[in-house]
């Protein structure tokens, strides 16, 4: 799994992801590229803007306790997964504008490192490792640039 708190590995994903283009088909499943750019941003919106609810206590603990081990193990995702609502992404976006933004967020997790992520708090999961986070952040993108054959 590639770390995308290590700069190759870091500046490998936001290579892959300039390679998408706007007429980019996927492999599989319904969205198209600028969905799907924008549905990876929002992993990082729930780190790095105050724009999406937290889940209620009751919702956090079945997310914990159903959901967590799957997002943040090293599992590859299968395709045409479930997603949480939050991330489903119905509307046309922008593809430039979603391109732009996941690049950007990209480089800001790679440049605050591991230490500011160890036992960060996460925003459906609780307190997670920095591998935890790595997992989950490499993951969801690995899977997704793996859709659009990149």
């Not at 306790?65 to 922008?94: G, S, W």
Request: with cysteine.
């Amino acid at each position: 799994m590639k770390n995308i708190f290590r700069t190759e590995d870091c500046n490998e994903l936001a290579d892959r992801i300039n390679k998408l283009t706007s007429e980019s088909r996927a492999l599989w499943g319904k969205m198209t590229v600028a969905q799907m750019l924008a549905h990876c941003n929002v992993a990082y919106e729930m780190v790095y803007d105050d724009i999406h609810p937290k889940p209620n206590v009751f919702m956090k603990f079945i997310l914990k306790a159903l959901v967590k081990n799957k997002v943040v193990n090293e599992i590859p995702y299968h395709r045409n997964n479930q997603t949480a609502p939050q991330f489903i992404i119905n509307d046309n976006r922008d593809f430039e504008i979603e391109k732009a933004r996941l690049i950007t967020y990209l480089h800001k997790t790679q440049n605050l490192g591991e230490k500011e992520f160890e036992g960060k708090e996460s925003h459906s999961f609780g307190r997670l490792t920095v591998k935890e986070w790595n997992n989950m952040f490499s993951k969801h993108l690995e899977h997704h640039l793996s859709q659009f054959g990149v």
